[in-house]
């Protein structure tokens, strides 16, 4: 049986991290968004295990909606239009909490795509500069 070939991933997130003051729903009312991850402080990592370790913070975070194959540039670029329709919601909340902006590039060897590229323009710059919101990004080669 052939293998599947599998596409390249771009999964790129703006994260939330770190509140306590907050619930999750109000941090969706807030930004009007409805969140693709959460995570619960306290909660087990793996409900399915008793003895699983509790996450240490609560999280909440959104991506672009279009998908883990749309471009970076196309992901980042309706990232930055959700945060500059709701720009006093997030200055809010990203002046009170850890943000960043979490990528992780998924390449797959012999599928006869190229390398995923990350540019990073003064669109970008200027948003997580006056946000402070960090960037990390993670390359996974299979």
């Not at 306290?42 to 999280?59: A, E, I, Y």
């Not at 599928?111 to 006056?130: C, F, M």
Request: charged share 25%; hydrophobic share 35%.
């Amino acid at each position: 049986m052939k293998a599947k070939i599998k596409s390249n991933v771009v999964d790129l997130r703006l994260l939330i991290v770190d509140f306590d003051d907050i619930s999750h729903d109000e941090i969706s009312e807030m930004t009007g968004q409805v969140p693709t991850y959460i995570r619960v402080k306290g909660q087990p990592r793996n409900p399915k295990r008793p003895d699983s370790p509790v996450w240490p913070n609560n999280l909440w975070s959104i991506d672009s909606g279009l998908g883990m194959h749309a471009s970076f540039e196309d992901q980042m670029c309706t990232l930055l239009n959700i945060i500059e329709d709701n720009r006093a919601a997030f200055e809010n909340l990203c002046s009170k909490y850890y943000s960043e902006f979490a990528c992780a590039i998924k390449v797959y060897k012999g599928n006869g795509e190229s390398t995923p590229w990350v540019h990073l323009d003064n669109r970008y710059n200027k948003i997580a500069w006056e946000l402070k919101i960090e960037f990390d990004v993670d390359l996974y080669a299979f």
